[in-house]
């Protein structure tokens, strides 16, 4: 008897059982509906793209996160005195790079070791600035310097050889001057003859081609953004 009604209730309990094939019809196709309806009108691939999107940013920005501080934080170099900004710098000594245009000024600085700080043992910077370094038009760069590391060779030219080159550079100043001048006089003329404007562009070409010979004769540099009258004076040295 006991094994009967077992036998009966193990009947019972699969056929009230919750699977799938005990569904009704109906049930099934409106859940395969809903399926097929979120296959297609729901933006997966948009979605995906969004979600590797900020997966990217957040990488992004970890690796853009400033190193930690320590005691060798950078030290930031100095302004000249035309407004150039040197690179951060991670040491506190430099040496001054040799031009072979070097002005009298900036020579004796030259591939020589200068401090940032005070120090006792060498030379600061702002002493070599207040003896005349980094003045106005100085292009000399500050290269950091390493204590037994870093190899300063001798100077390459002779300062009769700088003072030189420094001569042919001022006199490409008084051309480029001039030439400013003219373009000048042309722009804001008052009422003025044919003839005197016509004369007026004659001059400038003429002072062009004078500027371009000397620069091709001497292997300098031309800079054209200098040949304009509107500059500033600090400009004009640059």
Not at 38 to 47: D, N, Q, R, S
């Amino acid at each position: 008897m006991n094994n009967f009604m077992h036998h009966n209730l193990l009947v019972e309990v699969t056929n009230n059982g919750t699977g799938v094939e005990n569904l009704p019809w109906w049930s099934i196709l409106i859940f395969i509906a809903v399926v097929l309806i979120a296959l297609v009108f729901i933006p997966w691939t948009k979605i995906k793209t969004k979600i590797d999107d900020r997966k990217q940013k957040k990488t992004e920005t970890k690796q853009l996160q400033p190193p930690s501080k320590n005691a060798h934080s950078a030290f930031f170099g100095i302004y000249n005195w035309f407004g150039k900004k040197q690179a951060m710098r991670l040491q506190r000594t430099v040496y001054v790079q040799e031009l072979e245009d070097a002005c009298e000024l900036c020579r004796p600085f030259e591939n020589k070791v200068l401090s940032l700080e005070d120090d006792d043992k060498i030379m600061t910077m702002k002493q070599a600035i207040e003896q005349g370094y980094h003045h106005l038009g100085c292009h000399h760069i500050d290269v950091d310097y390493f204590v037994d590391l870093t190899e300063i060779k001798p100077n390459q030219w002779t300062d009769e050889h700088k003072q030189f080159r420094r001569n042919l550079v001022l006199k490409q100043f008084k051309i480029e001057d001039e030439l400013r001048d003219l373009k000048y006089q042309l722009d804001n003329r008052k009422i003025i003859s044919k003839q005197k404007e016509n004369d007026l562009i004659k001059k400038i070409g003429t002072k062009e081609k004078e500027l371009v010979k000397f620069i091709e004769g001497n292997n300098l540099q031309r800079n054209k953004a200098r040949e304009q009258y509107n500059l500033s004076d600090i400009q004009k040295f640059t």
